[in-house]
């Protein structure tokens, strides 16, 4: 992300498929990082068991 970054400056960002694939890539890493465990917490939706086998 960095290298991108560094050729995205050097190039004032004019290429924009460069500045949007860094937007994308910061994004998906930044969410990786924060919501390592997932966005959807599944104990937090465990109900009352209406079917047991």
Do not use: C, H, P, W
């Not at 290429?15 to 924060?34: A, D, E, M, N």
């Amino acid at each position: 992300m960095l290298i991108q970054f560094f050729y995205a400056l050097k190039e004032r960002f004019k290429i924009k498929q460069r500045v949007q694939v860094l937007g994308l890539l910061t994004i998906v890493l930044t969410l990786t990082f924060l919501k390592s465990n997932g966005l959807i917490n599944f104990d937090e939706l465990k109900g009352k068991d209406i079917l047991i086998a």
